[in-house]
């Protein structure tokens, strides 16, 4: 069994990152410069928005932490996006989900200029990416291509179930593992809440991208011999021996299904750090188009 480790691949691929920033930029060219807007007190969200920032710091761009009341009104932030889409010295922005309930979430992404849109999740984007053209790609679905790119994995003609059909996750990943790509040129199947028989169509699997949000809901017996899985949940589960009292779980049962995969991502340590490392390439992108 291959463990798919995404804190290693994602600090090699920093570094690389890192290096590419010193040399492009050197001391005549402004580092890439991302901003975090998060809306709110969400601790999940408070964590990742931290790491992202953090992540910045680590490969040498420039970044910016946007902290506002859940209070904000839907005008408020629609200005505090118009702002950020004229800042020239900004090359790109996310503004992390979920937002608060009294929010327009569509009318927020549509705002969004589409050359700073690093999470790649206005239509502009997504729509490009659906038709196979250049666009930035949402953070997470990149991350998992750029894993299996990394370790080689091949998915060309092998039947790829993809559980969720989340706008940010298992849409994009199904329609990007579908493509004529490598990776890529999977048979992918969309699996939700009211597919019937899912144990069977998952045993039919040769690769499982895991994005439902349900602690170890893929188990042992859901899995042939020889599987690639892609673990994308990130669960919080109590955990009395912990000193925090709970510890964190991916959607498939890892230690009983471990030793059945070819391959497997840990929860934590697999794909999260992937997100990040890929925001942070679109960052670079992004920066390059107007460097
Ligand atoms: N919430 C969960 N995942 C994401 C993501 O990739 N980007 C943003 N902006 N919010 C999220």
Excluded at 3 to 21: F, H, M, P, W
Excluded at 218 to 229: C, F, H, L, N, W
Excluded at 248 to 276: Q, R, S
């Amino acid at each position: 069994m291959i463990l798919l480790d995404g804190n290693k691949l994602s600090a090699k691929i920093r570094s690389e990152i890192a290096a590419r920033v010193g040399e492009y930029c050197g001391n005549t060219i402004r580092p890439p410069h991302l901003a975090a807007v998060l809306v709110g007190d969400n601790p999940a969200s408070q964590a990742y928005v931290r790491n992202k920032i953090k992540a910045c710091e680590e490969v040498g761009f420039t970044s910016t932490l946007i902290k506002k009341d859940a209070s904000i009104t839907q005008s408020q932030l629609l200005e505090l996006i118009h702002e950020l889409n004229a800042s020239e010295d900004l090359d790109g922005y996310i503004v992390q989900l979920p937002l608060p309930r009294h929010i327009d979430e569509e009318e927020v992404n549509l705002a969004i200029d589409p050359s700073k849109d690093v999470d790649g999740f206005h239509p502009n984007n997504f729509g490009r990416m659906a038709l196979g053209m250049s666009s930035f790609l949402p953070a997470t679905p990149m991350g998992i291509m750029m894993m299996l790119e990394r370790y080689d994995i091949q998915t060309e003609g092998k039947h790829c179930v993809v559980l969720g059909r989340s706008n940010i996750v298992g849409t994009p990943i199904a329609l990007l593992m579908s493509k004529k790509t490598k990776p890529g040129n999977a048979t992918v199947t969309i699996a939700h809440s009211r597919t019937h028989h899912l144990p069977e169509l998952l045993r039919s699997a040769q690769i499982i991208i895991a994005a439902l949000g349900i602690p170890h809901f893929v188990k042992a017996d859901m899995v042939s011999p020889g599987t690639v899985i892609i673990d994308v949940g990130i669960n919080k589960i109590e955990d009395p021996a912990n000193a925090k009292g709970y510890r964190l779980v991916g959607d498939v049962d890892f230690d009983n299904v471990k030793d059945k995969c070819a391959a497997i991502t840990p929860v934590p340590g697999g794909v999260g750090p992937m997100t990040i490392t890929a925001l942070l390439e679109n960052t670079w992108r992004a920066f390059r188009q107007k460097f």
